[in-house]
């Protein structure tokens, strides 16, 4: 079957025309995420300033006599999340699938280094009381499943097996992102019962984890769109 074409040999501007552009609905999704992206950024900023001022404190004491991991911590977690939501840019992908593979091989260790040393800091870090052992037991739940996730990721695309590479790391991302999530859980608690308690501090970071993970299912499968957040073309040769 021969191609439609107009009456100058062009294709027509249907989609196929248009495929490899951007348009300004391709940008909800990584515009969102960076703005979530600001607060852990935000908050990795302040708490490096703070081991830079050297000033020992009850608050930071803890951050100050022990500061590697949460200095690699705080510089993973933000290249991880500013990084990766340009991953979310279906025309990126298809047009430079070579930026693709570049960021990527940057976000997994990213990606691992944030995980890990959110474990470090949960076994070895003292906290306040507030924390309790229920939120520790979810920090050490979510981050051990987000190292999970990008290890099963990255596995997928060893395998070529490229769906299942989208899906993993779209499951571990949501989890990185859990920290730009929880400054905003706690609000309806705030505005309808008050100050959180140890068990309510730790289910409402616990429910930021979970609705970023919901949210990631939706996008993985949302069918109307196919090609939308696709892996990109990497069958080319290299």
């Not at 001022?53 to 991880?80: I, M, Q, W």
């Not at 984890?209 to 073309?233: F, G, Q, Y």
């Amino acid at each position: 079957m021969t191609e439609e074409r107009t009456s100058a040999g062009r294709r027509p501007p249907g989609r196929a025309g248009r495929r490899g552009r951007t348009t300004p609905a391709d940008w909800l999704i990584p515009a969102g995420l960076l703005l979530l992206s600001a607060v852990p950024a935000a908050g990795g900023v302040l708490r490096l300033t703070d081991l830079a001022g050297g000033e020992l404190t009850p608050e930071n004491a803890r951050f100050v006599t022990a500061p590697l991991p949460v200095v690699v911590h705080a510089v993973s977690a933000t290249v991880y999340c500013v990084l990766g939501a340009f991953q979310f840019v279906p025309a990126i992908r298809r047009r430079r699938p070579g930026w693709h593979r570049a960021a990527g091989r940057l976000l997994v260790p990213c990606g691992l280094a944030a995980a890990l040393t959110g474990l470090w800091m949960t076994l070895t870090y003292s906290f306040p009381a507030i924390d309790g052992e229920l939120l520790a037991a979810f920090r050490l739940l979510f981050g051990s499943a987000m190292a999970l996730f990008i290890v099963l990721g990255l596995a997928a695309v060893r395998r070529r097996d490229f769906a299942r590479h989208r899906a993993w790391m779209i499951r571990g991302y949501a989890i990185g992102l859990g920290a730009g999530t929880q400054a905003f859980t706690p609000i309806p608690w705030l505005l309808l019962v008050g100050p959180p308690g140890e068990t309510g501090k730790a289910l409402l970071m616990a429910a930021a984890w979970v609705i970023n993970l919901a949210v990631a299912e939706l996008i993985i499968r949302w069918p109307s769109r196919p090609h939308h957040l696709s892996a990109p073309d990497m069958r080319r040769p290299r």
